[in-house]
């Protein structure tokens, strides 16, 4: 059994290679409003203080503290927006409104609610009340010429906050990959049309849009590809000018009609590797074009997705500087298992309290089990015979 699996590589073997092959991209400039899902490409220093002036913190009233037991003169308003810097004097106040300015003389503010309020005056009423408080000071936030946020932060609605908060209106970031997707079988047929003998309705396409999306990467071309070397070596060399990185799905394996791999020679892809010693997915191919990455998928259903979580999402999270989603945890098996050695198994499995439950439809046609998985459960190579309750590593997918 063993001779089957010559000249096939084993899944680290096959997730280092990828690693070592890709490379980041190209840094560009996008308008604030385009950033999120980014990673940041260089260092982001404040241009000015932030607030730029001392600024009340609630409704209340802004005075000098030494004047906290006296009744209070309201000498003026300060609301939010004001431009105009008024002063107070001992003995007065101003009523002001959360994010208005400090009056020039006051240095602390009292909320509305623990004061009285007698004709023109106000009689504050709160113990506790400390200099200072309900005051945002200047650069409270952040001083002028500070660093705001470091090279590879994720962009993350906050982070787009904070940095429009102080100012910022560009930002260098990490860009998504651009990716085509060629999708070929002639036994392929469109959803919504009616099935002929010997077809079958296309959902690769489906799914890895549905993928991609959740990573806000929207920048994909499909293309349907016949079974046909040349229409196919031509699609995959223009794919291969216009975009980061090109997948195909279907036709790497060794059969009369698989001609992939042939594409791949002809528009002079270096391979990499093809075949992994691993279920499903083993004729998983990947290659290089000019810095491109070029993924083979093997076109079963539950083939793809599992390439796509093990293989091409970490290439993309490598290429554009981000985080990947799938986190790699220890579970336990919550009922005995047992497989060939050779290959690594990756279940399609649930995951809850602490264990995880492979699911029934293994199948790498059959998808019905991967909509219901929350998890890949990964089986070692050699190993045969796992027992209940036995550690084994899982791969959370994003919901």
Known sequence: MAANFINMIDVSEARSL???????????????????????????????????????????????????????????????????????????????????????????????????????????????????????????EIQKQALAMQKANPLTPPAIGFLAGIGITELMVYPMPKIALIVTGKELCAPGQPLKFGQVYESNSFAIKAALSQFSISDLEIIQADDDLQVLTALLKEALIHNDMVLLTGGVSVGDYDFVIEATRQCKVEQVFHKVKQKPGKPLYFGMFDQKPVFGLPGNPSSVLSCFYNYVLPAICQMAQKINPVKQITAKLSHAYQKPAGLTHFLKGTYQDGFASPLNAQESYRLSSFAHANCLICLEEEQQDFKQNENINIFLLPE
């Open 18 to 140: 990828i690693k070592q092959h890709i490379t980041t991209l190209s840094p560009v400039k996008l308008p604030i409003q385009k950033a999120q899902h980014h990673t940041l490409a260089e260092d982001v220093y404040a241009s000015y203080d932030i607030p730029a002036f001392r600024q009340s913190s609630m409704d209340g009233y802004a005075f000098r503290f030494e004047d906290r037991n006296h009744p209070l003169l309201i000498r003026c308003e300060m609301a939010a927006g004001t431009s105009q810097l008024l002063t107070i004097t001992s003995g007065e106040t101003a009523r002001i409104f959360t994010g208005g300015p400090l009056p020039e003389g006051a240095d602390t503010v009292v909320m509305q609610e623990k004061t009285i309020l007698h004709n023109e005056n106000i009689i504050i009423q709160d113990e506790r009340l400390q200099m200072g408080a309900n005051v945002r000071n200047i650069g409270s």
